[in-house]
């Protein structure tokens, strides 16, 4: 069974940082590309970015802007999001997600974790 479990978000004040983790059981990160979306309240989710382990790549929105880094532990497979610089439009529900490659749907996605900035 395979599951994603997002921890790490919270209230924090405008100007903070905050690391999102994203914790794989059942899969293999390593064989997947691991994205981050977010979700606001009242707009559609919106994709973050994307790390590819096989290609040790990353990718981002262009929102994004140097705020956010996406990496990640293979030996935990686990993947994280690092938020610099927190605004108050960062206030969202994060999710993480997987997909085998860039052709193929987001097969599995997490819970989601809130994350509240505060101006």
């Known amino acids: 069974q395979v599951q994603l479990v997002e921890s790490g978000g919270g209230l924090v004040q405008a100007g903070g940082s905050l690391r999102l983790s994203c914790a794989a059981s059942?899969?293999?990160?390593?064989?997947?590309?691991m994205a981050w979306f977010r979700q606001a309240p009242g707009k559609e989710r919106e994709f973050v970015g994307h790390?590819?382990?096989?290609?040790?790549?990353?990718y981002y929105a262009d929102f994004v802007k140097g705020r956010f880094t996406i990496s990640g532990d293979n030996a935990k497979n686990t993947a994280y999001l690092q938020i610099n610089s927190l605004k108050p439009e960062d206030t969202a529900v994060y999710y993480c997600?997987?997909?085998?490659?860039?052709?193929?749907?987001?097969?599995?996605w997490g819970q989601g974790t809130q994350v509240t900035v505060s101006s």
């Open positions: 790390i590819s382990w096989s290609g040790g790549t990353t």
């Open positions: 997600t997987v997909r085998k490659s860039l052709r193929e749907e987001y097969a599995y």
């Open positions: 059942g899969i293999t990160f390593s064989s997947y590309i």
